[in-house]
């Protein structure tokens, strides 16, 4: 907190006293020059009038005493006006032409007398005539002073106004070089600084949940692409699905496969990838099995395509694993293949309630161009006696973490699937998302997750 109140008085004194001392300053500099100025042409004027006078005086005396005389307003001796120290002053004409002004003091023998010549120069208006020039010059040096103090806070000013019109016209980064002007310019420089600051932090928050919304809008476009826009109906059965979306866009899916003899495949595939190419391989892998397995050829040969199409496509090592239960209408079997599925079908028995599993061998479609493929791929048949319900789920049902960061496991998952296997279709979906979603608590499901059931009716 200290080196931050600090900071605020780095800028040095205020602006008010900025200004009063540079104004001072500036009228004690010019104010002081003018009066030496003036105080030194008045005293040389005066010296030099008083000397001439002398000397004018001098002369006319020794004049007057050597000629003629007179008062003005007559001749005589007649007194005129009397001054302090027993001077008096009569006006006078000297050899009936020059005008003057006589002064006496004492009396008699040691009378002493000077003639003043009447006409005398006008020092008042030589002295107006110094005077007004040094004002003159004053009154442009003060000028000139204030001008630049003025321009002392004017420049950081105009700078910070430039910085103000960047930032309006949003650019938070420019910094304006302010320099001067006293502690409120500088705590205003820092405040912009701040400010600059924090607008280039909101912008770039600004357009990071831009982008994150754009991301959403994207996730979501793909991920509905990703599923199907309805389920369908199958005679004997009570088909159902639901898929719960993880954090991060993944391309885990579920589909399903209507077959034009009447059959329905059910589908559920992962994605070894994550993210953006996630979705973007599962959303190729669909569109791959989808047409492969509506042709209704062998469902072996059909796989085999789309591994081949997609072991050309994706990066190696990236892999879709999937699941194909292919039900025929009113039959008691189903046709199952497993491509590299971790989790397999899931069958619970209406007669004695007990689960049983079903997971043929094969290899994640895209890991292998064909041979081994085609070589490890199972083809197994599956019975399903009236009542009896089949699961098919995707890899993260067994990988949901509870608030400890346990998982639920194969095994949990399968306890929670046999505790509702016996409710319709609607309503076991219902709970056993329940059952998920209570099992996880406050935490997020972990990936993308896809879960398919079909009950044969009693």
Same mark, same amino acid.
């Given at each position: ?10 800028? =040095? ?14 009228? $004690? ?6 009066? !030496?100025?003036? $105080? ?8 030099? !009038? ?25 001749? =005589? ?34 009378? $002493?007398?000077?003639?003043? #010549? ?20 004053? $009154?442009?040096?003060?000028? =000139? ?6 321009? +002392? ?8 106004? %430039?910085?103000?019109? /960047? ?6 980064? !420019? ?178 309630? %007990?689960?049983?599993?079903? +997971? ?8 292998? %161009? ?9 083809? /197994? ?19 949901? #973490? ?11 998952? !399968? ?44």
């Amino acid at each position: 907190m200290s080196r931050g109140r600090g900071a605020e008085r780095s800028g =040095g004194i205020g602006l008010a006293a900025r200004f009063t001392f540079a104004i001072a300053g500036a009228l $004690v500099l010019v104010g002081g020059g003018a009066g !030496y100025l003036i $105080v030194r042409s008045a005293t040389a004027v005066t010296e030099n !009038y008083a000397e001439r006078l002398l000397a004018s005086s001098v002369a006319l005396s020794e004049r007057a005493e050597s000629g003629a005389w007179r008062a003005a307003g007559g001749t =005589g001796t007649r007194r005129g006006e009397r001054h302090e120290g027993g001077v008096s002053s009569e006006p006078v004409r000297v050899d009936g032409a020059v005008d003057a002004e006589l002064f006496r003091a004492g009396e008699g023998s040691a009378e $002493v007398r000077l003639f003043v #010549p009447a006409e005398r120069d006008d020092v008042g208006r030589t002295l107006l005539g110094l005077v007004l020039p040094i004002l003159a010059a004053m $009154v442009l040096v003060g000028v =000139g002073v204030a001008w630049w103090a003025a321009s +002392q806070f004017t420049s950081p000013l105009r700078a910070i106004i %430039k910085s103000v019109r /960047q930032i309006s016209i949003h650019d938070p980064r !420019y910094r304006g070089r302010v320099g001067g002007g006293g502690s409120e310019i500088a705590s205003l420089s820092r405040a912009l600084d701040r400010m600059s600051d924090e607008l280039s932090e909101a912008r770039e928050a600004e357009l990071e949940l831009d982008a994150r919304e754009r991301e959403a809008e994207l996730t979501g476009a793909v991920r509905d692409a990703l599923m199907p826009l309805a389920t369908p109906l199958l005679a004997g059965f009570d088909v159902g699905a639901f898929h719960l979306a993880g954090p991060e866009l993944g391309g885990a899916f579920h589909d399903f496969i209507e077959l034009d003899d009447g059959s329905l495949g059910l589908l559920v595939c992962d994605v070894g990838a994550s993210g953006a190419p996630a979705a973007l391989i599962g959303a190729t892998a669909r569109a791959f099995l989808r047409s492969a397995l509506r042709r209704g050829d062998e469902v072996t040969a059909a796989l085999a395509e789309v591994n081949r199409e997609l072991a050309r496509d994706v990066l190696r090592g990236t892999w879709v694993s999937a699941l194909y239960v292919q039900l025929e209408p009113g039959g008691d079997a189903a046709t199952v293949v497993c491509a590299g599925h971790r989790l397999p079908v899931l069958r619970i028995g209406a007669a004695d309630g %007990k689960l049983r599993v079903l +997971q043929p061998g094969g290899l994640a479609l895209g890991l292998d %161009k064909g041979p081994v493929f085609a070589r490890r791929l199972d083809v /197994q048949r599956l019975e399903v006696a009236p009542g009896d319900r089949l699961v098919l789920a995707g890899a993260a049902a067994a990988g949901l #973490p509870d608030e400890n960061g346990d998982e639920l496991g194969e095994r949990g998952f !399968y306890q929670l699937v046999v505790g509702r296997a016996g409710l319709s279709t609607d309503r076991f979906l219902r709970g056993l998302r329940a059952d998920l979603e209570a099992f996880c608590a406050d935490e997020v499901f972990p990936a993308d997750l896809s879960v398919v059931t079909v009950r044969r009716d009693d």
